[in-house]
């Protein structure tokens, strides 16, 4: 499966959120500094994480983004959701019924497709996989591989 790359950014901006997690918002266009991407773009990613309840959006001067959750609370597949959306990944259009299977016997019908019943299964594991792991578990494991990346993002973000 291929995620578009608003995902990638959608998490880095969350896992910057919750090391700056502060009570002050982050603006659009510090998030987009942070990690050398365009504001414009980015915005529709945190919208999109604001409209699933995971970003409280602060209009105004000295407004931006804040976490509206815990990152306990928040997991990776609420991210995907918000920025892919909701929708299956794999979509069976049935063409089993179509070119040879178009005068197969109807009884070979009654059963959900083999394939498509696999490919469920497969991304219901992938979606359970995603929803067992948090932004706090991100969070974890970033601060062990780069014990510094908290704080220096907290420098860079003026925030020590």
């Not at 019943?117 to 792991?133: F, G, N, V």
């Amino acid at each position: 499966m291929r995620m578009s790359e608003g995902v990638e950014w959608a998490l880095h901006s969350l896992l910057a959120l919750a090391w700056l997690d502060d009570g002050r918002p982050v603006p659009t266009s510090r998030l987009a500094a942070g990690n050398d991407l365009p504001p414009a773009y980015l915005n529709k990613q945190l919208q999109a994480l604001v409209r699933a309840g995971l970003l409280v959006s602060t209009p105004g001067a000295r407004g931006g983004f804040s976490l509206a959750r815990p990152p306990e609370k928040i997991t990776l597949m609420d991210v995907v959701a918000a920025i892919e959306g909701p929708e299956e990944a794999f979509r069976c259009t049935e063409i089993r019924r179509r070119g040879a299977g178009a005068n197969a016997p109807r009884r070979e019908f009654e059963s959900p497709c083999a394939i498509a019943t696999a490919m469920r299964r497969a991304e219901l594991a992938w979606r359970r996989e995603l929803a067992a792991q948090t932004l706090a578990d991100v969070r974890a494991a970033a601060e062990e591989h780069a014990p510094t990346a908290a704080e220096r993002l907290r420098r860079w973000h003026g925030r020590d």
